[in-house]
């Protein structure tokens, strides 16, 4: 089975569905595709999140194998801070989510900041670093979550707050840390 993309000419606009196609083989052998379900709009399913829950769903169901290495290095650090700095409520207290989505725009961004802090690469490769980074067991972050738009949403939504966020984050240490304290410390 597979998402097929099918294009349609109505009034001189084009409008692209999404079709779940399963390939069989008929009595002669030969392969032949069929129509299971029509998903719906590929633009409307953008919209409402539902593409994004789907991906989601399908990325939840396949879990790397037992024993299956990733790349942990740095990753452990830049988690320990992020959890103390609270990122990831900083910024979904500032921007709510509006509609469904399986990640917050805190948990997208708290993965992009992970991987300019470990492993720079572009918007449109972020997932294939997640894929060999930790990202799910460290973060609860699915790698084929993080695709470019999302995180260009993300950071969009990100933007008109961004001065407020980074003033809220210099509150250095939000809360103390679990362990040993210094002597003569004062938590802000």
């Not at 509609?99 to 720079?120: D, F, Q, W, Y």
């Not at 699915?142 to 999302?150: K, S, Y």
Request: charged content about 25%; aromatic content about 6%; glycine content about 10%.
């Amino acid at each position: 089975m597979y998402v097929k993309r099918h294009a349609v000419v109505k009034g001189g606009r084009r409008y692209v569905y999404l079709r779940l196609v399963e390939a069989y083989r008929d009595a002669e052998g030969r392969v032949r595709h069929r129509v299971l379900r029509t998903l719906g709009r590929e633009d409307e399913l953008k919209a409402s999140g539902q593409l994004e829950q789907l991906a989601a769903s399908f990325a939840r169901l396949d879990p790397p194998p037992v024993g299956t290495r990733r790349h942990v290095g740095p990753l452990l650090l830049v988690a320990h801070y992020l959890d103390r700095l609270g990122l990831v409520e900083l910024i979904d207290n500032a921007v709510p989510m509006r509609g469904k989505a399986m990640l917050t725009h805190g948990e997208v961004i708290a993965a992009l900041v992970a991987n300019r802090l470990c492993a720079p690469a572009p918007l449109y490769d972020v997932a294939g670093w997640a894929s060999s980074a930790a990202m799910a067991e460290l973060f609860g972050v699915p790698a084929g979550l993080l695709n470019d738009d999302r995180l260009g949403r993300a950071l969009q939504a990100l933007a008109p707050v961004a001065e407020q966020i980074r003033g809220a984050s210099w509150r250095w240490p939000p809360r103390p840390a679990a362990g040993p304290t210094c002597r003569g410390c004062t938590w802000i």
